[in-house]
C-alpha cells in the first residue's frame, strides 16, 4: 500500500497486490462496507499496528545549528533565494521575480525565528536583526504591533 500521493512505480508486477494512491479511498470505502465478524485474529492485527505505530519518525535528521551560524536576512517564499531587495512596501525576488509585502514577509521570517529557536523572545531588534536589517527598526516594530500582541515595555517588549 502506497499512500504518498506523489508517488509512482513503473514496471510494477501484476500479480502483486498493490493498492495505489489514487485507489486509497475507493479502497478505505470498501473496507468500512465489509460487514464480517471481528475475531481474536484481527484483534491481534489491531494490537501489532497499535504496538508499531511511531509518533516520530526515525527519518527526521536535523542538522546541529545554532543562531550565529545562520545567514540572516529574507528569502523569497517560492524560490527561497536572498537575493530580494525592499520597494516601499514591496520585497521583489531578484531570481523568480515575485513579489510580496514587506509585512507578510517579516511575519513569515518571525515564524521561521520561532520554529528554529522557539525559546528566543521576538523583540522588534531581533527580528530586525535575522531579517538582515531591510527596513527600519520603526518599520518592523510598526509591523510586529499590528500583526503580533506586544507584552512588556520600552526596551524590553516582546511579541507572541
Ligand atoms: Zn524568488
Known amino acids: 500500500m502506497f499512500i504518498n500521493p506523489e508517488?509512482?512505480?513503473?514496471?510494477a508486477p501484476k500479480h502483486v497486490p498493490i493498492i495505489y494512491p489514487s485507489q486509497l479511498n475507493t479502497f478505505m470505502k470498501k473496507l468500512n462496507l465489509w460487514t464480517g465478524k471481528l475475531n481474536g485474529k484481527h484483534k491481534k492485527l489491531t494490537d501489532l499496528l497499535v504496538s508499531m505505530h511511531l509518533v516520530e519518525s526515525?527519518?527526521?535528521r536535523i542538522p546541529p545549528y545554532e543562531y550565529e551560524w545562520l545567514r540572516k536576512g529574507i528569502i523569497c517564499s517560492s524560490c527561497q533565494s536572498f537575493l530580494v531587495s525592499v520597494t516601499g512596501r514591496k520585497v521583489?525576488?531578484?531570481?523568480?521575480?515575485?513579489?510580496?509585502s514587506i509585512d507578510s514577509v517579516v511575519l513569515r521570517s518571525v515564524k521561521e525565528l520561532k520554529l528554529l529557536f522557539p525559546d528566543r523572545k521576538i523583540t522588534t531588534k531581533g527580528v530586525?536583526?535575522?531579517?538582515?536589517?531591510?527596513?527600519?527598526?520603526?518599520?518592523?516594530?510598526?509591523?510586529?504591533s499590528k500583526n503580533m500582541q506586544a507584552i512588556g515595555y520600552g526596551q524590553w517588549t516582546y511579541y507572541e
Open 128 to 144: 530586525q536583526e535575522w531579517c538582515g536589517g531591510i527596513v527600519s527598526k520603526k518599520k518592523f516594530k510598526n509591523i510586529l
Open 92 to 100: 521583489g525576488c531578484g531570481d523568480c521575480g515575485c513579489e510580496e
Open 7 to 11: 508517488f509512482t512505480l513503473y514496471q
Open 58 to 60: 526515525p527519518y527526521h
